[in-house]
């Protein structure tokens, strides 16, 4: 054998240069470090003989060494040297030898190290990094920071490097080598074991089924070269262990996927068939608490590069965890050049990190409910598993690329979801659960949830932009594998606008019932999914623009329908057009509203035979911004049309060219749209408002009724004007204070109308900078009142208060807004409760009670140019009533919350049916309302005194609120069990023997 060698040597390395010190010339790393083995890559710098000592001990003592493998040009000279029979969960220290002959001492490397994982019967810690998208060389300072933390292993999530325009294989090393040319990088890489994965750009930008085979082998070739990764017939799909605590699955998100630019199909890859059929058992067969997915690009909101534009795939895979019911599951993700943190609508988490080395994206901050925080800086983040924890808990650390702490968040191992169900007495309805352990936002009337993560949460509602009552905040428990079923009210009677449709899209994956697709332009078919909870359109279906921009329309209603009022939200990724039609009574007759982000126009056409004809068109301003919910409001009375977006009159016209037929969503040339909460009502439901204090529309061009207020000391005074229609603020006043930490970030105030107990401000704002601007109330003096404010640089929602001249932050988040957008600001104070909703999303609802009274107004710090307008002060939503059923073992906890019955006697009851209920005129002359409960045997027994039916008599306490427990004794299971029952109540004044609120009903099932 050594002969055999010695002539292979001979012909390799006959006039070679004597190897030295610097023969390795782009360092050395360990990869997939296993708790048995590891594997060891260099690059030498000439063909040579490659082996790896290794030991337990620093200093190298009893090492032992592999045998010698070939450096060949073959492989550009890298070398994978793979290491066996390790011990688990221990720390090793290793060097490379290489020499020109085999059995001569050659030249030693440096010393690295590595800790192999725990195996799989370990309760031991894992700690590790992730991140993603490299390139620039200059920037390697956040592998210092890396390494600084001392992970167990860091994971790669592609884009490292960018080989776009690499032809060749030699083109495709040069790459490699040019990036990875780096000695920051270098110490890195010889201390921390890695497991990389590729996404597009190490082959070529967004690389799929229809990118040259040649490039394709060529830079999948470079990357096996390059990284310390065995060759598998599975390329890089695989599965890794640490201890009891976690198990890693890493996917191939390219090599099997189809075309990206292609409609989404039942047959359209991602994964691939034996990609995904491995990672489906693979899960199953896990009893990691922790299983992590690294999938490199996200799976929600990623556009067609990503998960977004395989759905029927992503279906799949969740549809399969939830049937097989796989708790804490994570998905890891780059790609983007952000960091984020998401809690998807499966009840999974999503954790998105990068870039290390790469221009800064997006913040996609606009793209509630799931997201909890976003970060634009260079960055990567580090997840500590703690399988000793009770329950076991994963935390999760972003840090930029000094190291320095961005967010902390930590979750925790949920052995049995919970379920949760709403029901609101109007379609607008729609609540989200804040400050729990599982974001659950914006869910409309049908919603449910399968998988809700158990907690303390605050359950918030959205107020209408029309009606005076929005449901009352409560705090509720959910236990491990509970139900929560909530029922809340928007109104007392049935309303003067009647719904005629309404669709939230909460169906499950796939067409959508009760609408028909026409598709007149070409390009297409189209594709309408409902997916995530709205419904979809993913193809590029358009063709020919101007004049008639004819695309895609999802067609419902009656062709009866007269007046109405029309609402809808959508959100696109595309800049292209985006709308609603109304009146449609065939392809010929139709009104349609047109909003386009890349022509930047916006326009109301009506076809009529055939023929189009623009009524209104505003050129020069944007349609929509992309990434971004807005709301779409058309109202049609007679002959007199108006539309709304995000709160803003867009049109406001007569003509009669239709007079009845149905409504529609509309979209041409837009690759990626989104619709969600539809509902068409009877009449003028804009026309709904609340008692008005003050209102300015600023039309007049007059400041009139507003004074000014200047507390910054810098860049000052302030310069307020109407113009434009809009109030603005122009000059770049604050107070110098550039930290997020600070709170009283003095600027200038513009406050209007009367000193008030009870109000709420509404007004649209758009702030074209970045920093500081929102909105005042109870304003008594510079010393004295309550702040909403937002800052996009700093990345922080925030309410407080200054008493005194001392500032206290009552609530604040890690999100923001986007500069340069109109949106929807509702800041209310009623009572001690103080709530602010953004663009219809309630974001909090807190109690304080320091200041009692006071004027309202809008504010601005280090922000220039800042615009507001449609400035309203009106009276409050009156706090309606909410009923919360939880039920957990052989028990149902009620909770019931109607701050307005706050000190009254409230009475539960049971029935066998919600409806037709009780009229309470029976009760008490001319009262047109219905307690639904009917009255039969249950309702009677439930008004008895019961041990089972506990605290269903009692007084509401000062905030309103109460409780009652059902107890479902085990005699009555094998007689009753699965028998739906309904549980509600009402309030009564004793001081004026009246009836008050109707609490509303709920589900609950004898068990």
């Excluded at 974001?439 to 009606?467: C, M, S």
């Excluded at 329309?553 to 009022?565: F, Q, V, Y």
């Excluded at 603005?728 to 600027?747: C, E, F, Y």
């Excluded at 939880?886 to 409806?915: F, K, M």
Aim: with cysteine; charged share 15%; net charge negative.
């Amino acid at each position: 054998m050594f002969r055999i060698l010695a002539l292979l040597a001979a012909t390799l390395f006959a006039g070679g240069a004597p190897l030295s010190a610097q023969s390795q010339t782009h360092g050395q790393m360990t990869g997939e470090v296993t708790d048995t083995a590891a594997i060891v890559w260099t690059r030498a710098q000439q063909a040579c003989f490659a082996s790896v000592q290794y030991s337990t001990h620093p200093g190298m003592v009893g090492a032992l060494e592999t045998p010698t493998i070939v450096a060949s040009a073959t492989r550009d000279f890298t070398v994978r040297i793979a290491l066996q029979g390790l011990t688990p969960a221990t720390r090793y220290y290793y060097r490379l030898r290489l020499a020109l002959q085999p059995g001569t001492a050659g030249t030693l490397g440096p010393i690295g190290q590595f800790r192999t994982a725990p195996s799989p019967h370990q309760l031991q810690p894992v700690s590790f990094a992730f991140s993603g998208d490299i390139q620039t060389i200059s920037q390697f300072d956040t592998f210092s920071a890396i390494a600084a933390e001392q992970p167990d292993f860091y994971i790669n999530l592609g884009d490292f490097p960018y080989c776009d325009g690499a032809v060749t294989m030699a083109d495709y090393w040069n790459v490699h080598k040019t990036v990875r040319n780096s000695s920051v990088l270098h110490a890195m890489t010889q201390d921390i074991p890695w497991f990389a994965v590729w996404d597009d750009h190490e082959v070529t930008n967004n690389w799929d089924a229809a990118t040259n085979p040649a490039l394709v082998q060529n830079g999948i070739q470079a990357f096996h070269d390059m990284f310390p990764i065995a060759d598998t017939p599975n390329d890089i799909w695989r599965q890794r262990r640490f201890g009891q605590g976690l198990e890693v699955f890493f996917l191939d998100t390219r090599r099997y996927r189809g075309v990206n630019a292609d409609a989404p199909s039942p047959t359209k890859p991602f994964l691939g068939p034996q990609q995904m059929q491995w990672l489906q058992q693979a899960l199953v067969q896990s009893n990691a608490t922790w299983k992590v997915i690294a999938t490199s690009v996200p799976t929600f909101y990623g556009g067609t590069d990503s998960w977004d534009g395989y759905v029927h795939e992503r279906e799949q895979l969740l549809h399969f965890l939830r049937q097989q019911d796989l708790h804490n599951v994570v998905f890891l993700a780059a790609d983007q050049h952000l960091a984020a943190i998401r809690e998807l609508r499966e009840g999974l988490l999503e954790v998105q990190a990068g870039p290390v080395a790469q221009f800064l994206g997006g913040g996609l901050h606009s793209r509630e409910p799931e997201q909890r925080w976003h970060g634009t800086v260079r960055n990567f983040a580090m997840v500590h598993v703690d399988p000793n924890a009770q329950p076991s808990t994963l935390r999760i650390v972003f840090h930029d690329n000094q190291g320095n702490v961005l967010r902390e968040h930590t979750a925790t191992a949920v052995t049995e979801a919970a379920k949760l169900h709403f029901a609101s007495d109007v379609p607008e309805g729609a609540f989200h659960l804040a400050n729990g352990p599982f974001l659950v936002r914006d869910e409309g009337p049908t919603a449910h949830r399968d998988r809700l993560h158990p907690g303390n949460y605050d359950v918030l509602f959205r107020d209408l932009p029309h009606g005076t009552g929005s449901p009352a905040s409560l705090p509720i428990t959910v236990p491990q594998g509970g139900l929560v079923r909530i029922a809340a009210d928007y109104e007392d009677l049935p309303s003067s606008n009647p719904v005629l449709f309404a669709d939230s899209f909460d169906a499950p994956f796939g067409a959508a019932p009760g609408w028909q697709i026409v598709d007149q332009g070409t390009g297409g078919p189209s594709s309408w999914l409902v997916l995530d909870g709205a419904l979809s359109q993913r193809t590029n279906l358009g063709g020919t623009g101007a004049p008639n921009f004819f695309g895609s329309m999802a067609i419902a209603g009656s062709p009866a329908w007269t007046d109405l009022t029309f609402a809808s939200r959508f959100w696109s990724t595309d800049n292209d057009t985006v709308g609603v039609v109304f009146r449609y009574q065939d392809l010929g007759n139709y009104y349609r509203v047109r909003l386009d982000a890349e022509r930047t126009s916006v326009q109301l056409t009506s076809f009529r035979n055939g023929v189009s004809r623009v009524l209104a068109e505003r050129t020069g301003i944007a349609g929509y911004a992309s990434d971004f919910w807005h709301s779409l409001v058309v109202s049609a009375i007679g002959a007199h049309l108006r539309v709304w977006r995000n709160g803003e009159l867009l049109f406001d016209l007569q003509d009669n060219d239709h007079a009845t037929g149905k409504v529609g969503l509309y979209c041409w040339a837009n690759q990626f749209v989104s619709f969600d909460d539809i509902v068409v009502r009877s009449g003028d439901a804009m026309a709904r408002t609340r008692t008005q204090h003050f209102a300015a529309d600023f039309s007049n061009g007059s400041l009139a009724g507003f004074s000014i207020v200047d507390q910054g000391t810098t860049s000052g005074p302030s310069v307020w004007n109407v113009a434009g229609g809009a109030l603005q603020q122009t000059s770049n006043i604050g107070d110098g204070d550039g930290s997020r930490a600070g709170v009283p970030k003095l600027g200038s105030l513009a406050i209007a109308g009367p000193v008030l107990t009870d109000q709420e401000l509404r007004v649209r704002v758009r702030n074209d900078d970045n920093d500081a601007f929102g909105a005042v109330l109870r304003y008594q003096d510079p010393q004295n009142y309550y702040r909403f404010s937002l800052d996009a640089e700093r990345h922080y929602r925030r309410l407080g208060r200054v008493v005194q001249g001392q500032w206290t932050v009552l609530w604040e988040d890690d999100n923001d807004f986007l500069p340069g957008l109109w949106n929807e600001l509702q800041f209310s104070a009623q009572g001690d409760r103080l709530r602010v909703q953004w663009n219809g999303l309630c974001l909090c609802d807190v109690h304080d009670s320091a200041l009692g009274q006071g004027r309202a107004g809008v504010y601005c710090w280090a922000s220039t140019p800042v615009l507001f307008d449609d400035f309203v002060v009106q009276a409050p939503p009156i706090p309606r009533a909410v009923t919360v059923a939880i039920a957990s073992g052989n028990q149902d906890a009620l909770q019931l919350c109607a701050p307005a019955s706050a000190g009254h006697i409230y009475v539960l009851a049971l029935a066998a049916a919600r409806t037709p209920g009780i009229a309470l005129s029976s009760l008490q002359p001319n009262d047109p309302r219905t307690w639904e409960l009917t009255n039969d045997s249950f309702f009677q027994a439930s008004l008895m005194p019961s041990p089972f039916l506990q605290q269903f008599l009692g007084a509401l306490d000062a905030e309103g609120r109460a409780q009652g427990t059902i107890v479902y004794p085990p005699i009555a299971v094998p007689l009753l069990g699965g028998l739906q029952l309904y549980a509600g109540g009402i309030t009564f004044d004793p001081s004026t023997g009246r009836f008050g609120e109707i609490f509303p009903t709920v589900p609950v099932v004898v068990r």
